[in-house]
């Protein structure tokens, strides 16, 4: 009985992460299209100047 109970508080345990993989993902695609542009593909902050200076 005790390791039933044991592999269901894992599995329960392992559901959370399994969410932050599958947000990253989504996170990352986010950025691509909306801030890559200015901030750079690698977050750096090099991306081309837009501010016309």
Do not use: I, W
Not at 19 to 34: D, H, I, M, N, S
Request: contains cysteine.
């Amino acid at each position: 009985m005790s390791r039933f109970f044991l592999l269901g508080l894992l599995v329960l345990a392992m559901g959370p992460l399994l969410t932050e993989v599958a947000q990253a993902g989504e996170g990352e695609k986010l950025y691509r299209f909306y801030c890559a542009q200015c901030h750079g593909t690698e977050g750096k902050g090099d991306g081309p100047n837009v501010t016309g200076d």
